[in-house]
């Protein structure tokens, strides 16, 4: 799951900037297409995908993982269309595959992942990965 969320976020930053270099839109509309199209199938697909979780969880443990393994099998594909396709495709492709790549089970994994993991390993991620981040900003900056 945290593959996942992390690969999506790196393919959210980057989808605009393929649009703008790649399909000849302008960054700022590249920006705003991607983002409204996330903003409206994050919605939807957090809903629908709560939902899908919560109905099958009676009949299948793993459900909320089942509800993201399908959405994920059937959103790369699409993905793979959008990327490789031009004109009318394109953007319907984009579509369907940010749905199906968000259909998850939304807040119920939000509260799980993020408020119920144990304070040590929270620090341990700190300790790991935020003098990282720090170098890189100092990096940018002292590079200008």
Do not use: H
């Not at 790649?22 to 199209?37: H, K, P, W």
């Not at 959405?71 to 699409?78: N, Q």
């Not at 579509?95 to 144990?118: M, N």
């Amino acid at each position: 799951m945290a593959m996942m969320t992390f690969s999506l976020g790196g393919l959210q930053q980057w989808i605009p900037t393929f649009l703008s270099q790649e399909r000849g839109f302008s960054l700022e509309s590249a920006n705003l297409l991607f983002g409204m199209i996330i903003v409206v199938d994050g919605i939807f697909a957090a809903l629908i995908g709560g939902w899908l979780g919560d109905y099958l969880l009676p009949r299948m443990k793993g459900s909320y993982y089942f509800v993201s393994a399908v959405g994920m099998a059937l959103g790369v594909p699409a993905m793979i269309v959008a990327l490789n396709f031009r004109g009318r495709a394109m953007v319907p492709a984009i579509c369907v595959a940010a749905f199906f790549l968000l259909l998850r089970e939304g807040l119920s994994r939000f509260f799980t992942e993020y408020y119920l993991i144990p304070v040590g390993v929270i620090f341990v991620a700190m300790v790991i990965f935020m003098p990282q981040g720090l170098l890189g900003f100092m990096r940018r900056w002292l590079n200008r």
